[in-house]
């Protein structure tokens, strides 16, 4: 069955920095897109980043303008886990968020396979 864990989420203080992860079990990570998507409360789910692969050897990155320059999606195929690093984190950053399989270049998640786990809180407050 596949799993996906999110981690690493907490309270961090305006232009702060955290690392989150994403544990996944039932599959290889190497092997799958998969990217980020938040929602917070009263507002439409948005997808943020997605780490595609081209080949065997390499991968493409995609993210959201909202993020663009600030978050970076990786991969630890050893681990089998996928990261999101957040910089310069912004009070609007608020949200819960998931990670995804089968994501795609737009952000949309059209596929419907798509797999999530049960997020993690990500609050940016002084």
């Known amino acids: 069955q596949v799993q996906l864990v999110e981690s690493g989420g907490g309270l961090v203080q305006p232009g702060g920095s955290l690392r989150l992860s994403c544990a996944a079990s039932g599959f290889t990570v190497r092997s799958y897109n998969i990217g980020w998507f938040r929602q917070a409360p009263g507002k439409e789910r948005e997808g943020l980043s997605c780490i595609n692969r081209r080949s065997s050897f390499s991968y493409d990155t995609y993210y959201a303008d909202s993020v663009k320059g600030r978050f970076t999606i990786s991969r630890d195929n050893v681990k089998n886990t996928v990261y999101l690093q957040m910089n310069s984190l912004k009070p609007e950053d608020t949200a819960v968020y998931y990670c995804?399989?089968?994501?795609?270049?737009?952000?949309?998640?059209?596929?419907?396979?798509?797999?999530w786990g049960e997020g993690t809180l990500v609050t940016v407050s002084s």
């Open positions: 995804a399989t089968d994501c795609d270049p737009t952000l949309t998640w059209v596929s419907a396979l798509t797999s």
